[in-house]
């Protein structure tokens, strides 16, 4: 079946732009995930929704960080005024969690964001 | 979550066991072992997971040792294409949402 798939695959932005990133999740799957992937290091965790509910943004690093899932499905990160430091592949992931039980993620390709 | 500490690089040759080890010395009675890897440019992608007896299935074997403190993630016939790094990962399955903690993991590289 299909997986999480995420659009762009690369995004080019000038310092100041707004970006938008765009998660499908495998169908079926309650949860979401945003990871933030800076070069060389593991992914780091940034938000989290169990359908449209946003349950965690304890990683979201600013308040230029914004996530939605607005039908419990598709989801968008947008990061406002971007800077350079917000260069990074963003990941996203879906699972079955439950509000119980936590399950494996399954990962998108990812959103390579280079901001110039 | 508890941290765990691995290796920075290993190698291995195509055909041999490569067997990537991980220690979690602060693990909790309800935490499970968890492994992940990420080939170059693709997102991380589930090996296998497991609690306190010892795992297999068609990636890979996770071996837990008896007091839980370390793990050890076999892939029995690595292959090129097992080139990735790879993340131990301790978790609670318990209460949903669970976030996934990475460290830095080990790179394998699997040579001829």
């Known amino acids: 079946g299909a997986g999480v798939s995420q659009s762009p695959r690369y995004k080019v932005a000038k310092r100041g732009q707004d970006v938008a990133l765009r998660c499908d999740p495998i169908?079926?799957?309650?949860?979401l995930f945003w990871y933030q992937q800076a070069l060389g290091q593991g992914p780091e965790f940034l938000t989290y929704?169990?359908?449209?509910?946003?349950?965690?943004k304890s990683g979201l690093p600013s308040d230029r960080f914004f996530a939605e899932r607005p039908e419990g499905s598709v989801s968008t990160l947008k990061i406002q005024r971007t800077q350079q430091e917000d260069s990074a592949v963003y990941l996203c992931?879906?699972?079955?969690?439950?509000?119980?039980?936590?399950?494996?993620?399954?990962f998108g390709p990812g959103t390579r964001l280079t901001v110039t | 979550d508890a941290k765990t500490t691995q290796p920075p690089s290993m190698d291995c040759a195509e055909g041999r066991a490569a067997n990537l080890p991980c220690n979690h010395s602060?693990?909790?009675?309800?935490?499970?072992v968890y492994w992940y890897r990420q080939i170059h440019s693709q997102g991380p992608q589930y090996i296998i997971h497991?609690?306190?007896n010892n795992e297999t299935n068609e990636m890979a074997s996770l071996i837990i040792t008896e007091d839980r403190k370390s793990s050890t993630l076999i892939l029995p016939h690595a292959t090129l294409r097992d080139t990735a790094v790879y993340y131990c990962?301790?978790?609670?399955?318990?209460?949903?949402?669970?976030?996934?903690?990475f460290g830095t993991g080990t790179q394998l590289k699997v040579e001829l």
């Open positions: 929704f169990q359908n449209e509910a946003q349950l965690d």
């Open positions: 497991g609690l306190k």
């Open positions: 169908s079926g799957h309650v949860s």
């Open positions: 990962i301790v978790r609670s399955p318990t209460g949903g949402g669970n976030k996934l903690t």
């Open positions: 992931a879906s699972s079955l969690d439950t509000g119980s039980v936590s399950y494996e993620q399954y």
């Open positions: 602060t693990i909790s009675g309800n935490e499970y």
